[in-house]
């Protein structure tokens, strides 16, 4: 087990009571994901979020998982790993055979992980907690986004600035063929922004988005051609 309960932990722990569980990012420890979703962009054949499971309680609980599919790209695959092992998730839905023992104040490591199996598209399951009488007490919801690796198609050349970025970015696109979408995502992976983008320059309005560090994607014909940061600091 890690022992995850920390000041943090004390913090994120005061707002719930006895029997429940906190489900957090790694990269995000001070925010709770109970009942919400977490969104996962990636590019290689297996994508994941880094997540635990605390256990508030003064004693120690045993817990089950429960995966139920909402929608999914035919052909893909899942797993779920804790700290005793990463489970195959055959059926739908799949619950965890055997019960987790999670100490007091103690964590679990949490690691849906979905394999694409070479194949672009997306896939929204939901995580269930069941207690020790497999009632459900918590649930997590994670999208997948799978795309194509970069090394896979042809990159075309782009300028895009200023960066960091006030307002506004340009985006200046070659001429090229299809159709070509810029993704503007924040650092927990959610997608911030979407705009279908031309030949030429294009405007980008973020003046809506808060001070920080993101990432943006050039998407053509739903194939991903590039990831950078962009950085915005009005």
């Not at 790993?81 to 999670?102: H, Y």
């Not at 918590?138 to 960066?163: A, C, R, W």
Request: aromatic letters at 12%; hydrophobic letters at 40%.
């Amino acid at each position: 087990m890690n022992k995850f309960f920390t000041l943090i932990g004390a913090v994120l722990l005061a707002s719930f009571s006895f029997g429940q569980v906190v489900i957090h990012l790694d990269n995000d420890p001070m925010v709770s994901y109970n009942g919400d979703t977490v969104f996962v962009v990636g590019t290689e054949s297996v994508v994941y979020p880094h997540m635990h499971i605390l256990n508030p309680n003064g004693t120690a609980q045993n817990y089950k998982w429960k995966r139920v599919i909402i929608d999914s790209t035919p052909g893909y695959t899942d797993q779920l790993c804790d700290d005793v092992l990463c489970w195959n998730c055959t059926g739908d839905p799949w619950i965890r055979p055997l019960f987790i023992s999670i100490p007091a104040l103690d964590s679990s490591l949490f690691e849906p992980k979905l394999n694409a199996n070479g194949s672009a598209g997306t896939a929204h399951f939901r995580y269930y907690i069941l207690d020790g009488t497999e009632a459900v007490i918590d649930s997590v919801d994670i999208h997948y986004t799978t795309t194509v690796s970069t090394d896979e198609i042809t990159k075309f050349d782009y300028k895009l600035y200023p960066n960091p970025a006030n307002g506004m970015v340009s985006l200046v696109l070659p001429e090229i063929s299809g159709e070509v979408k810029f993704v503007l995502y924040n650092m927990v992976g959610s997608e911030v922004l979407r705009q279908t983008v031309v030949q030429g320059s294009n405007n980008i309005n973020c003046e809506s988005l808060q001070n920080g560090v993101y990432f943006y994607s050039i998407i053509r014909n739903n194939e991903l051609v590039e990831t950078k940061k962009l950085i915005i600091k009005h």
